[in-house]
């Protein structure tokens, strides 16, 4: 096996490394993988070892990787026009025409995309949005967001806060006070086991309500929540959730903010998660699938119903005073267009929604029965897999026993990436969304293998 001394001393020394333990990282204690060259499913690091990637690096790899029509729409950008701002009604011919595109596949009660960088920034947005929204209305208390636990919606002051993982609050002073959390719509770890589905739904609806009165109404701006729940655990809603919690929402004059970062551009085997479960959302988060991170590009899609307001609003008080350097960066733009035309001409959707069914089911029928599996779950290309203790008591592992990481690791080791995912014993599974039925089979055969091996060794 080749090495490579001196980017691993650089990387070291020079690199700080987003959601990483630093100073193991820096003493040499943890592995520092260095990607070299991509293709379809499979990435290759710097010593030619090739893997599987089964989480199409954080979910976002939607196409695939190496998709030169991609990396072409990008050059021939840079060479046309590297960059020019988007303020004051400024635009690109591909910024436009992405407007447009991603327009074209909202739902039809959407009105404006506007552009940002990453979801953190989205949400950040979204939220400056919302505090607009209500001062324009005269409601100027109206500024409370309500989240969920194991939500997550990015790491910034704002976004950190709304997600609801205590590794991104830990030591930052977050959440912010502004920010509230409730119940998580996460069954399979409900309190009360002797709840159904739809019971446990109307208990999430309750305990909203009750938030809602305990805080006042008219101090409550917006509800941001996933489709699915990705980062804390890729969890389905519970049967009956969304049909709870929306009219909840309606009641109270409070927005529905959908945060499609991980769910939108297929990964549900539909466009978006919001139709895909019944949600009709006020504001949409769009960003990973939107270009399938070829480029860095967010979005925040707006309703009509808010954007009537943020018009009023510049009518009385002139210009709306918000916007980033790089909004609706010409290449990101056009890595967008030419994303969003791949997955059309390679229909990605449909063989998220099919393969991605096959492998949910074949994650399934392989580990079933294992006694240490607590439940397998997802839902279009995204799958989890959650380990216990004992499933009968439904026991969890003790944390610092790191079941998940070990198993991680030795997936890597026979050429499969998949993600030990925060907050508990679960294995997540988010392929790109080119994924084959063969692929599926490998990334099925190497969990069950490296279950086997991590627990029969403990």
Known sequence: MLTNDQLSKWDRDSFMHPSTHLAQHAR????????????????????????LDAFAGLYCVNIGYGRQEVAEAIAEQARELAY?????????????????????????HMSKVYFGLGGSDANETNIKLVWYYNNIRGLPQKKKIISRWRGYHGSGLMSGSLTGLS??????????????HTTSPYYFRRDD?????????????????????REGAGTIAAFIAEP????????????????????VL??????????EVVTGFGRMGSMFGSPHYGITPDIMTIAKGLTSAYAPLSGSIISNKVWKVLEDGTDEFGPLGHGWTYSAHPIGAAAGVANLKLLDSLNLVENARDTGAYFNQAMRTALAEHAQVGEVRGDGMLCAVELVEDRDTRTFFDPAKKIT??????????????????????????????LSREEADTVVSV????????????
């Open 28 to 51: 040499g204690e943890s592995p520092n993988r260095i990607v070299q060259t991509a293709s379809g499913c499979h990435i290759t690091d710097r010593d030619g070892n090739r893997f």
């Open 84 to 108: 020019y701002h988007a303020y004051v009604g400024h635009g690109t011919e591909a910024s436009i025409t992405l407007a447009q595109m991603v327009m074209d596949r909202a739902p039809d």
């Open 167 to 180: 590794l991104f609050h830990q030591k930052f002073d977050l959440p912010l006070d502004a920010v509230l």
């Open 193 to 213: 086991l002797s709840l159904s589905e739809a019971e446990f739904s109307a208990k999430c609806a309750a305990d909203l309500e009750e938030l809602i009165a």
């Open 228 to 247: 699915l729940l990705g980062t804390g655990g890729i969890v389905p809603p519970p049967a009956g959730y969304w049909e709870a919690i929306q009219p």
């Open 250 to 259: 309606q009641k109270h004059d409070i927005l529905l903010i959908a945060d």
């Open 405 to 434: 990481p070990q198993i991680v690791a030795e997936m890597a080791r026979r050429g499969v990436i998949a993600r030990a995912m925060p907050q508990g014993d679960i294995i997540g599974y988010a392929p790109p969304l080119c």
């Open 447 to 458: 969990t069950a293998e490296a279950i086997k091996e991590v627990l029969e060794r403990r």
